[in-house]
């Protein structure tokens, strides 16, 4: 199963909201998860079911989608937001990520 | 507190071997399916391998089928990566991962280790 996100790269501001789009080549119901990675740190898993928080994550993170289209929006933008984020879906095997957003500084 | 920390990376020649290791601690090791997943450097994410909570099952990429071998030790809480005839496009961060449901064959990731690095180069 082929993950297509788009953007690849965006630049935002502080305090602004972000939307990030995953596309599913064939239905995947929801078993969708969102990941953050940043340089030299462990990914951190932000969303599973599409929708759902993983634990200890602040609910600025919000997903939304079923089938093939996915979304990942974050709100308020902060500072330690500014990371790599990767959808992945856990349908089947192989499991398989999509090509990765990074979230730039403007 | 979920700990997963990656040990065993280095430089390798092309063709060579390695073993990585993920030591576990702040859960229950042996009800829960764990698996590997690398990055190249300045590329995504790629799985590479799970075994399951029990062992008796293992499934791999295309990509490292046949060279790589997973398996875990239910006595160091650890999990295991042993890598052979290594290629330059082996070269990458490796992470161990655990998943969120006991006793699950497939399901989403809740913890990752901070990762070891593999460089296969001559």
């Given at each position: 199963i082929q993950l297509t996100q788009s953007p690849s790269s965006l630049s935002a501001s502080v305090g602004d909201r972000v939307t990030i789009t995953c596309r599913a080549?064939?239905?995947?119901?929801?078993?969708l998860a969102w990941l953050q990675l940043k340089p030299g740190k462990a990914p951190k898993s932000l969303?599973?079911?599409?929708s759902i928080l993983q634990s200890g994550v602040p609910s600025k993170f919000s997903g939304s989608g079923s089938g093939t289209e996915f979304t990942l929006t974050i709100d308020s933008l902060q500072p330690e937001d500014f990371a790599t984020y990767y959808c992945q879906q856990y349908?089947?095997?192989?499991l398989t990520f999509g090509g990765g957003t990074k979230v730039e500084i403007k | 507190e979920v700990r997963l920390v990656e040990s065993g990376g280095v430089v390798v020649q092309p063709g060579g071997s390695l073993r990585l290791s993920c030591a576990t601690s702040g859960f229950t090791f042996d009800d829960y399916t764990m698996h590997w997943v690398r990055q190249a450097p300045g590329k995504g994410l790629e799985w590479v391998s799970f075994i399951t909570w029990d062992g008796d099952a293992t499934f791999y990429a295309d990509s490292v089928k046949g060279r790589f071998a997973i398996s875990r030790d239910i006595s160091k809480n650890s999990l295991y990566l042993e890598m052979n005839?290594?290629?330059?496009?082996?070269?990458a961060f490796y992470y161990c991962a655990k998943v969120r449901?006991?006793?699950?064959?497939?399901d989403a990731f809740d913890f990752w280790g901070q990762g070891t690095l593999v460089t296969v180069s001559s």
């Open positions: 080549s064939q239905g995947i119901k929801n078993y969303i599973y079911a599409a349908n089947s095997y192989p | 005839s290594l290629t330059i496009e082996d070269t449901v006991q006793m699950t064959t497939i």
